[in-house]
């Protein structure tokens, strides 16, 4: 994942605190995270990800992006569930 920089992004949230407007650098460097998990065998197509996939993406993301401060609760679960949709 080298080939990503290592920039400061910047995300916003609301006055509640509750919305996150994700960047095209976050959205990046989220989906690459997570072939980097399936190539290391973290997900394969008859399990899916293991049970801890959402912690080492959590890890993954804060080495790569680190002022991003994003978490597996409610930043990633719920950007995962909109890209699925999307």
Not at 56 to 82: C, G, Q, Y
Request: charged content about 25%.
């Amino acid at each position: 994942m080298s080939a990503f920089s290592q920039s400061t992004t910047t995300s916003f949230q609301n006055s509640q605190g509750t919305k996150r407007k994700w960047v095209l650098e976050e959205n990046v460097m989220l989906v690459a995270c997570m072939v980097d998990l399936h190539n290391v065998g973290t997900f394969n197509t008859n399990t899916r990800f293991t049970v801890d996939y959402l912690n080492k993406l959590e890890r993954m993301l804060e080495k790569f992006l680190p002022h991003a401060m994003l978490k597996v609760r409610p930043n990633l679960e719920s950007r995962i569930r909109t890209l699925k949709k999307e």
